[in-house]
C-alpha cells in the first residue's frame, strides 16, 4: 500500500465519524503515522507505507470511529500559529478561545499591559500564547494538577518562561496578588447540555465543561472575586457560551462584547471599575 492510498483509505473510513473533514483528518493521521509533516505526504505518494505506519494508522483509526478526538489521538494541536500537547486531563484548544487570545494581545499592546493572569488555565494555551506573542509575564492557574503539568510542559514547548502555575480552585491560590489583564475560559455548561453531549465531548474532561445547573456557576464567582485581583486601568476578557452573552454581562458593570466567527457572542471585556 502506497502513502496515497494509505491516505485514502483513512479518508473512507474516517467518513462517519468525521463527515466533511473526513480527508482532512486522514491527511493528519497519514503524517501521525509515518512520522512526517503533513505537507510532506504529497511527495511520499507514491511510495510504500511501512506496515508499521499501517499499524499505527489503524489505531488510530479505531480510536476515532469510538468517537475520539482526534487533538487526543494525536496528542498535539495548535492554537495561536504554536503547538501544544493535548490530553484528556484538559479541554482541547479551540477557534473560538483565539478570538479571547487575540483581543487580550490588542489590549495589551494599546494599553502596555506587563502582567496576566491565565484563570483556568487547562492546557496553558491563552497564557502561553500571550507570553509567546505579547511578551507577558503571565501566571497561570487551575484546579486540576493535570492541567498544571500540562501547561509547564507547554511552556517549556513553545519555549515561555511562565511567571508562575497554580494550582487551586479560581483565586484561591492567588491571594494578594493583582494582574494588568485576566483571562478565563471556564466551564460554562449547564446540566442540560451535559445530558446531552456530543460523543467527542464526553471524552473531554467533565470539569472543564460542567458551569452548574445554568452553566454560569463560574461566571457569579468570578463576578465576585476579580476586581481583588486586577490592577488599576486592568480588564477581564472571558468566553461565553453563544446563548449566555444577556445573563454573563449582567453580572458585572461595564462590559463589550465580541463575537466569533459564525457570528455568535463569544468573548465579554468586563473593564476595571
Given at each position: 500500500m502506497t502513502v496515497a492510498a494509505l491516505t485514502r483509505w483513512l479518508a473512507e473510513r474516517?467518513?462517519?465519524?468525521?463527515?466533511?473533514?473526513?480527508?482532512?483528518?486522514?491527511?493528519?493521521?497519514?503524517?501521525?503515522a509515518l512520522d512526517?509533516?503533513?505537507?510532506?505526504?504529497?511527495?511520499?505518494?507514491?511510495?510504500?507505507?511501512?506496515?508499521?505506519?499501517?499499524?499505527?494508522a489503524e489505531e488510530m483509526l479505531r480510536r476515532r470511529l469510538l468517537g475520539e478526538p482526534l487533538q487526543y489521538i494525536l496528542g498535539e494541536w495548535e492554537f495561536m500559529g504554536l503547538p501544544f500537547l493535548v490530553g484528556p486531563e484538559a479541554l482541547i484548544p479551540r477557534p473560538d478561545t483565539e478570538i479571547l487570545c487575540e483581543r487580550a494581545l490588542l489590549l495589551a499592546k494599546a494599553r502596555g499591559y506587563r502582567t496576566a493572569l491565565d484563570?483556568?488555565?487547562?492546557?496553558?494555551?491563552?497564557?502561553?500564547?500571550?507570553?509567546?506573542?505579547?511578551?507577558?509575564?503571565?501566571?497561570?492557574?487551575?484546579?486540576?494538577?493535570?492541567?498544571?503539568?500540562?501547561?509547564?510542559?507547554?511552556?517549556?514547548?513553545?519555549?515561555v518562561a511562565l511567571a508562575a502555575i497554580c494550582c487551586g480552585d479560581l483565586f484561591a491560590p492567588l491571594r494578594g496578588q493583582r494582574f494588568d489583564l485576566i483571562c478565563c475560559n471556564p466551564?460554562?455548561?449547564?446540566?442540560?447540555?451535559?445530558a446531552q453531549l456530543q460523543r467527542e465531548l464526553t471524552f473531554e474532561p467533565a470539569l472543564a465543561l460542567h458551569g452548574g445547573a445554568d452553566g454560569l456557576a463560574f461566571y457569579r464567582r468570578i463576578a465576585a472575586e476579580y476586581a481583588a485581583h486586577l490592577n488599576p486601568g486592568g480588564a477581564l476578557l472571558l468566553e461565553i457560551g453563544s446563548t449566555q452573552a444577556e445573563q454573563a454581562q449582567a453580572l458585572f458593570r461595564k462590559t463589550q462584547l465580541f463575537y466569533d466567527y459564525a457570528g455568535n457572542p463569544r468573548v465579554v471585556l468586563v473593564e476595571e471599575t
Open positions: 474516517l467518513a462517519p465519524a468525521a463527515g466533511e473533514d473526513a480527508r482532512f483528518e486522514a491527511r493528519l493521521m497519514a503524517a501521525e512526517v509533516r503533513p505537507n510532506e505526504l504529497p511527495g511520499l505518494r507514491d511510495e510504500a507505507a511501512p506496515a508499521a505506519a499501517r499499524e499505527r484563570l483556568c488555565c487547562g492546557t496553558g494555551c491563552i497564557g502561553v500564547s500571550l507570553a509567546r506573542r505579547g511578551g507577558l509575564a503571565v501566571t497561570c492557574a487551575d484546579l486540576s494538577a493535570g492541567c498544571a503539568a500540562l501547561t509547564r510542559r507547554n511552556a517549556e514547548k513553545n519555549g466551564p460554562y455548561l449547564s446540566d442540560g447540555d451535559m
